[in-house]
Nanobody, 124 residues
């Protein structure tokens, strides 16, 4: 059974960068669309980005477009989220999950195998 574990979060100043990793175990993630979500305190979980199984196709929320880059290394069973030019509003817990439909679903309900998340805090 596919299990996902996020890592790479931390405290960073505005304008800084972080790279998040989503590592899979128990099964391969090479056949799945993988999505990244985030959740700020008191807010709903929101879609950030997703990547096709081959890595050829990527999609981003407007709020992160041009600043975040999603990628994957299927040989390492890992998906990454490079986050640059971070802003205070990027603060939250970041989660990765596998899409159930084979498409880039924007709703959390369309995903499974959620990790426990990694905290990203952008503050001076």
């Amino acid at each position: 059974q596919l299990q996902l574990v996020e890592s790479g979060g931390g405290l960073v100043q505005p304008g800084g960068s972080l790279r998040l990793s989503c590592a899979a175990s128990g099964s391969t993630l090479r056949y799945y669309v993988i999505g990244w979500f985030r959740q700020a305190p008191g807010k709903e979980r929101e879609w950030v980005s997703c990547i096709s199984s081959t890595g050829v196709s990527t999609n981003y929320a407007d709020s992160v477009k041009g600043r975040f880059t999603i990628s994957r290394d299927n040989a390492k069973n890992t998906v990454y989220l490079q986050m640059n030019s971070l802003k205070a509003e990027d603060t939250g817990v970041y989660y990765c999950a596998r899409d159930l439909s084979g498409l880039c679903n924007l709703s959390p309900r369309g995903y499974a195998s959620w990790g426990r998340g990694t905290q990203v805090t952008v503050s001076s």
